[in-house]
């Protein structure tokens, strides 16, 4: 399958909302890792076995080199954990390590696996006794990697992953799975597309957590076309207190104290000269005194911000703000004209001639 210099990057936003393809069994076995139960007394040598089994599978082994021989290794040590201790509590756990483990290996190139993955993701997947969030991550991770076979163009990317996504908001209604892939999925696409997604997944029966992503997507890309004093009404504008500049750019910039990605990007528009602009630092911060004390350490630039309740913030919900670090750019008359301004950013700047 040829790839063009796009796809990768879709691939790439699939496989972080997902945990997906490459890398999912080692992070659903740290996951098991971190979250043990307290022994079953009447199965001391199941439970002995099983935190063995995750010794050898969990954090320790994650910056060793994998390989499609070593991947299929754990595959086979799972199933010998619950062929042994049918009885065991971990017995579904490890089912489903030995699914997202034979998905790893067919994906790192062994082709003779298939089979056996095939019919191990089938009998998770027609499971009903199985919690959903454990077939969810299980058929998620073997459909965008199935789609993935089925990808030769861009277009092809947009119409394989949509379907995937959305046959998983069908099949587990529930789970976060189907709503997060499309949210993540709208980014690579124009904003107009990019709305109808968010809106759809706002108007589902999803999650909470998603729908509420969702519809803060739908205000950031509403904000396209519009004065920058519409969210921030009149605090910036106008008065006493005026601001904003008229005849310049304008960067409104998104921090937390917990988001070095965020840090990097105050430190960045820092060294920049940036005279010739209007520039806002956001501060998503909730313990806002501490906040403060942090930026005055860093010389983050710009008029900064802080408001009550950070995320969850009225100025968050009508900027649409939902993450650190992010970017928003105005035209010289105060009108928003991008909302994706990490995306070449350093670039964006220099055509502004900052």
Not at 100 to 115: I, M, N
């Amino acid at each position: 399958m040829k790839q063009g210099p796009v796809l990768p990057c879709l691939i790439l936003v699939c496989l972080l909302s997902l945990a997906s393809l490459r890398g999912s069994a080692q992070v659903a076995a740290s996951e098991a890792t971190s979250a043990r139960k307290i022994p079953v007394q009447s199965d001391p040598d199941g439970e002995a076995a099983w935190a063995q089994l995750v010794e050898n599978l969990g954090p320790s082994n994650q910056g060793s080199t994998t390989s499609a021989a070593g991947t299929l290794a754990k595959a086979d040590r799972t199933r010998t954990f619950y062929q042994s201790h049918k009885n065991n509590t971990h017995v579904d756990e490890a089912r489903k390590l030995e699914a997202l483990f034979l998905l790893d290996a067919v994906a790192e190139g062994d082709a003779a696996s298939a089979p056996r993955m095939q019919a191990a993701v089938q009998a998770l997947r027609g499971d009903a006794s199985l919690p959903a969030s454990q077939r969810a991550i299980v058929v998620g991770t073997y459909e965008f990697q199935m789609a993935r076979e089925r990808i030769h163009s861009e277009a092809d990317m947009f119409r394989e992953y949509g379907l995937v996504a959305r046959r998983l908001m069908k099949e587990f209604p529930d789970q976060p799975q189907g709503y997060v892939s499309l949210l993540t999925q709208s980014t690579q696409r124009e904003p107009r597309v990019a709305r109808a997604m968010a809106q759809e997944v706002a108007d589902s029966s999803g999650p909470a957590s998603a729908r509420t992503q969702a519809k803060r997507l739908v205000n950031r890309l509403d904000l396209l076309g519009q004065p920058v004093d519409v969210p921030f009404a009149e605090t910036l504008t106008s008065g006493a207190n005026a601001q904003w500049q008229k005849g310049k750019p304008g960067i409104i910039y998104f921090w937390a104290t917990w988001s070095p990605g965020s840090i990097n990007l105050g430190e960045m528009l820092a060294r920049r000269n940036l005279a010739g602009a209007n520039v806002i630092g956001v501060c998503l911060d909730v313990d806002l005194a501490s906040a403060q004390s942090f930026a005055s350490g860093h010389k983050l630039p710009g008029r900064l911000v802080y408001i009550p309740r950070g995320l969850e913030g009225d100025l968050s919900e009508r900027l649409g703000a939902f993450e650190a670090p992010t970017v928003y750019f105005t035209e010289g008359s105060g009108v928003f004209t991008d909302v994706r301004g990490l995306e070449n950013v350093e670039a964006k700047l220099a055509s502004f001639g900052l």
